[in-house]
Nanobody, 128 residues
Framework: QVQLVESGGGLVQAGGSLRLSCVVSRRSLLNYAMGWFRQPPGQEREFVAF????????HYADSVKGRFTISRDNAKNTAYLQMDSLKHEDTAVYSCAAKRTILTDNAPRTNSDRYDYWGQGTQVTVSS
């Protein structure tokens, strides 16, 4: 069973930055594409960003494109979400998710139903 643990959330002023981390344990991160999702207060969970197993392909929601960057360090079994120029509307619980894929599969996974494992989430609050 794969375990995912997020960290790095917190309270930040609008225009500020945060970096979220997602540590994967009990399995190698090498076998998984990774995604970040968020759930704003009173709303449904939405896709934020995706990265393939080898990090060669990324995909972003339009709402975060140009402000957020997804990355991964397979040697550290960790995925990251760098969030810059944060806005009040970025306030949400952010969760990472893992999807087992083959190495040549570069198709973005924007649907949360496509993922195999999830972390518990970390709260990000952006004050306006």
């Amino acid at each position: 069973q794969v375990q995912l643990v997020e960290s790095g959330g917190g309270l930040v002023q609008a225009g500020g930055s945060l970096r979220l981390s997602c540590v994967v344990s009990r399995r190698s991160l090498l076998n998984y594409a990774m995604g970040w999702f968020r759930q704003p207060p009173g709303q449904e969970r939405e896709f934020v960003a995706f990265i393939t197993r080898n990090g060669g392909t990324t995909h972003y929601a339009d709402s975060v494109k140009g402000r957020f960057t997804i990355s991964r360090d397979n040697a550290k079994n960790t995925a990251y979400l760098q969030m810059d120029s944060l806005k009040h509307e970025d306030t949400a619980v952010y969760s990472c998710a893992a999807k087992r894929t083959i190495l040549t599969d570069n198709a973005p996974r924007t649907n949360s139903d496509r993922y195999d494992y999830w972390g518990q989430g970390t709260q990000v609050t952006v004050s306006s």
